[in-house]
Nanobody, 116 residues
Framework: QVQLVESGGGLVQAGGSLRLSCAAS????????MRWYRQAPGKEREFVAAISPLSNTRNYADSVKGRFAISRDNAKNTMYLQMNSLNPEDTAVYYCNVIYQSTNYWGQGTQVTVSS
């Protein structure tokens, strides 16, 4: 079955950096678009970034452009999110996502907290 496991979250001061990972299994990782989303307290889940199977197309939410970088290693079935210049508005639970056989799959999420 499809499994997505996020890691790498934590507490960081404003201006700091974190690198999130998403380990995938149960499907052919290398042929699917992968996405990161986040959900802040009291807010709806929102799109953060997406990457095509061969990494030739990457899309970002306006709020993270120039600060976050999405990448993937198909040999390791893993996706990453490098987050730089973090600010308190980036505080959220971060989720990785894949749409596999018309079904949305989510990981359990990893908490990112940015202190001012």
């Amino acid at each position: 079955q499809v499994q997505l496991v996020e890691s790498g979250g934590g507490l960081v001061q404003a201006g700091g950096s974190l690198r999130l990972s998403c380990a995938a299994s149960g499907f052919a990782f290398g042929i699917y678009v992968m996405r990161w989303y986040r959900q802040a307290p009291g807010k709806e889940r929102e799109f953060v970034a997406a990457i095509s199977p061969l990494s030739n197309t990457r899309n970002y939410a306006d709020s993270v452009k120039g600060r976050f970088a999405i990448s993937r290693d198909n040999a390791k079935n893993t996706m990453y999110l490098q987050m730089n210049s973090l600010n308190p508005e980036d505080t959220a639970v971060y989720y990785c996502n894949v749409i596999y056989q018309s079904t949305n799959y989510w990981g359990q999420g990893t908490q990112v907290t940015v202190s001012s």
